[in-house]
């Protein structure tokens, strides 16, 4: 069978494509390397909390079911996508991770570890979290203590009694610096000093302000110039734990030691480990052989579409179209544009 489309991934942007895709009439498959409808949620901390309110955090056509002012866990966001998926019927293989896509023609074959599909139109949906950025750190060569990133992090139980230096300034770094300092000591580092922005404004969230003001559509440029060096959202107090000292922020050191930290002043301080919250990469490399792809490993795309291979589209790809493109209140929209311009594509073909 061809399909009209094939979906890689079924975090929140492969279930909001499919719906877009239903709701079309097309015919497609939605292919998910791990064994649950979910994406990569399971494997991420389990204290997570999104920074948008239950509100501000649905996929077209279903409501977050959790009151519109709360913080969704989690749990919540995995629960609320296998209930997507189940409620609209979205056609799901998990258990069926892609290796390759080849092209000939106007049709894609995508080779999965269970067998291949084909399809005249084929979205990337694995977004920007199946990859952790690990840079490098000047002396990590002799660092003879643990470097975790966040990634691998799941709750504080193991670090009690540490002494923890965290590398990163945003949402993750700060959430898990303030979990585990409440039983260890750890000290936060950045380049940027840290700034929080309240999570609410005149008693409204500030997710309320950003789409009514129109911010929240914004491309992902001008919202980097708006809130530097503002980066991360205050929701749980996080700004009276730094006032405490718990934990505490320092700019970034010069450079690892065999057993430790040199920080700029000189001062040399033995630590148990280094944890890196410094986000992820994106890995499309399942792509390389349609020349999709920049030497970098960079998709060539505008707005979701492939600019070199026709019927390519990608969805939930951070700042593809605004702030919001890589989370659960960004790619339902960003799913309909796509899914418009792939029917376009489809029609084209058939009527060829």
């Known amino acids: 069978m061809i399909y009209d489309a094939l979906v890689i991934g079924a975090g929140q942007a492969g279930p909001a494509t499919g719906y877009h895709l239903k709701m079309k009439g097309l015919s497609f498959l939605i292919l998910e390397g791990n064994t ?63 290796n390759r896509v080849i092209k000939d023609g106007d049709i894609f074959t995508v080779f999965t570890e269970t067998g291949s599909y084909q399809a005249f139109s084929l979205i990337s949906a694995t977004g920007s979290f199946s990859s952790p950025n690990r840079p490098y750190i000047s002396g990590q060569e002799i660092f003879c203590k643990p470097i975790n990133h966040s990634s691998e992090y799941h709750d504080a139980t193991p670090f009690e009694g540490e002494r ?121 490399s399942y792509l390389s052989r349609i020349g999709a792809l920049e030497p970098s490993g960079k998709t060539i795309q505008r707005a979701g579409i492939s600019l070199n291979v026709p019927g390519l589209y990608y969805v939930g790809i951070s700042g593809q179209r605004s702030i919001s493109s890589a989370t659960l209140r960004g790619v339902g929209s960003d799913a309909k544009y796509v899914i418009n311009n792939a029917v376009r594509h489809l029609k084209k073909i058939k009527q060829g």
């Open 36 to 98: 649950q409808p979910v994406g990569s949620w399971p494997f991420y901390y389990n204290s997570l909390k999104l920074f948008s309110p239950a509100g501000y955090s649905s996929l077209p056509g279903m409501k977050f079911p959790a009151p519109p002012n709360t913080y969704p866990t989690k749990e919540d966001v995995i629960s609320y996508l296998k209930e997507y998926a189940a409620y609209f019927e979205l056609p799901v293989k998990v258990g069926t991770r892609v």
């Open 164 to 284: 923890i230096v965290i590398v990163g300034g945003r949402n993750s770094a700060v959430q898990i610096g303030v979990e585990i300092s409440r039983i260890a000591d750890v000290t936060l580092t950045s380049r940027k000093p840290i700034n929080l922005i309240p999570h609410s404004i005149l008693g409204q969230d500030i997710h309320v302000w950003a789409r009514l003001s129109g911010l929240d559509k914004l491309p992902l440029g001008h919202w980097i110039r708006l809130s530097e060096p503002r980066t991360a959202i205050d929701i749980s107090g996080y700004k009276e734990a730094f006032q405490a000292g718990m934990p505490d922020w320092r700019p970034m050191f010069s450079h690892l030691t065999r057993d430790g930290v040199q920080w700029n002043d000189g001062m040399k301080e033995e630590v148990d480990r280094i944890i890196l919250a410094t986000g992820y990469r994106s890995n499309f």
